[in-house]
């Protein structure tokens, strides 16, 4: 059963324009969120994180917003820009355990 | 440059033929995992380590084997492997609990 979900497979977008790249979780009991960046041929890379004590965290282009309500988490790219073009895996764990859950990844294109 | 080295990148075998896939990181870290990327899946944990000679299973351990006599090696064994066991595969390391795993390049295995 996939607790870390990611609805949208693929996503393009215009360079400039926002992306924005959605994912959505069912337990409860994680508090910390992360997405992470693949490029073809290589490991998965760390882009930013999220704690549950915060709503919104930033990091230069990139914005990760957290809706615990609805076990909602979004990651913002403004603007979009063509070496973006990646897929974006979303990932959550709770407080003590040594596993990270990812979901399937959603496959970005940024269109010169 | 802090980096996971994986060996090998890419391997084709035949059911039953023990391998192992190598794992080194250079950055001291405690911690070290396995995960398995599969079309639809996302990535899933094999095996973690959280020190020398600590080791537990992830989510889907059945059919690997790992051991982690030095702080810097993780290797991921199959001692019979299977056709279900054709598969990405990502070692990673991190220090403490934080969840921003550093992935190697990954092992394209193939078994027919």
């Known amino acids: 059963d996939q607790q870390v979900k990611q609805n949208s497979p693929s996503l393009s977008v215009q360079e400039g324009r926002i992306s924005i790249l959605n994912c959505d979780y069912t337990n409860s009991m994680f508090d910390y969120f992360l997405w992470y960046k693949k490029y073809p041929a290589e490991g998965p890379t760390f882009l930013i994180s999220i704690s549950s004590i915060k709503d919104k965290n930033e990091d230069g282009r990139f914005t990760v917003f957290l809706n615990k309500s609805a076990k909602h988490l979004s990651l913002h790219i403004v603007p979009s820009q063509p070496g973006d073009s990646a897929v974006y895996f979303c990932?959550?764990?709770?407080?003590?355990?040594?596993?990270?859950?990812f979901g399937t990844g959603t496959r970005l294109t940024v269109i010169p | 440059e802090a980096q996971v080295t994986q060996n090998p990148r890419y391997l084709i075998t035949v059911t039953g033929k023990k391998l192992t896939v190598t794992c080194s990181q250079n950055?001291?870290?405690?911690?070290m995992s396995w995960y398995r990327q599969d079309p639809g899946l996302g990535l899933r944990q094999i095996y973690y380590s959280m020190n020398v000679e600590v080791t537990d299973k992830g989510d889907v351990p059945e059919g690997y084997k790992v051991s982690r006599k030095e702080k810097r090696n993780f290797p991921l064994i199959l001692e019979s492997p299977s056709p279900n066991q054709t598969s990405l595969y990502f070692c990673?390391?991190?220090?403490?609990?934080?969840?921003?795993?550093?992935f190697g390049e990954g092992s394209r295995l193939t078994v027919l």
């Open positions: 990932a959550a764990s709770s407080t003590g355990a040594n596993n990270l859950f």
């Open positions: 950055m001291n870290h405690e911690y």
């Open positions: 990673a390391s991190n220090q403490g609990n934080t969840g921003e795993l550093f």
